[in-house]
């Protein structure tokens, strides 16, 4: 089983950047995924999720109508579309996978997105 997230990188305020999570080891197109970011000093958040189809989206309040998240099931790909960024946007940037009803979940490494001038 794999979850690995790529994309991060330096970007300048009002920059945007793609992550991608990619899944390996699993059946993808039962798990909810999520993208989580963490600050250095802060605890985790959670950023946005998305259902096992697409069919439902969710987003932390400080990120809606900038961030959009995405899946192709074809890839086992999850992506996160981030636009407008901030520098407290600055964060590793986590992927999670969870299947409610075993309750199972995995995580990925983290890339780390700095916003900065």
């Known amino acids: 089983v794999q979850v690995e997230e790529s994309g991060g990188g330096l970007v300048q305020p009002g920059g945007s950047l793609r992550l991608s999570c990619a899944a390996t080891?699993?059946?993808?197109?039962?798990?909810?995924m999520s993208w989580y970011r963490q600050a250095p000093g802060k605890e985790r958040e959670f950023v946005a999720g998305?259902?096992?189809?697409?069919?439902?989206?969710n987003y932390a309040d400080s990120v809606k109508g900038r961030f959009t998240i995405s899946r192709d099931n074809a890839k086992k790909t999850v992506y996160l579309q981030m636009k407008s960024l901030k520098p407290e946007d600055t964060a590793v940037y986590y992927c999670?996978?969870?299947?409610?009803?075993?309750?199972?979940?995995?995580w990925g490494q983290g890339t780390q997105v700095t916003v900065s001038s």
């Open positions: 998305i259902s096992s189809t697409a069919g439902s989206t």
């Open positions: 999670k996978a969870r299947w409610g009803l075993i309750n199972r979940e995995y």
């Open positions: 080891g699993f059946t993808f197109s039962n798990y909810a």
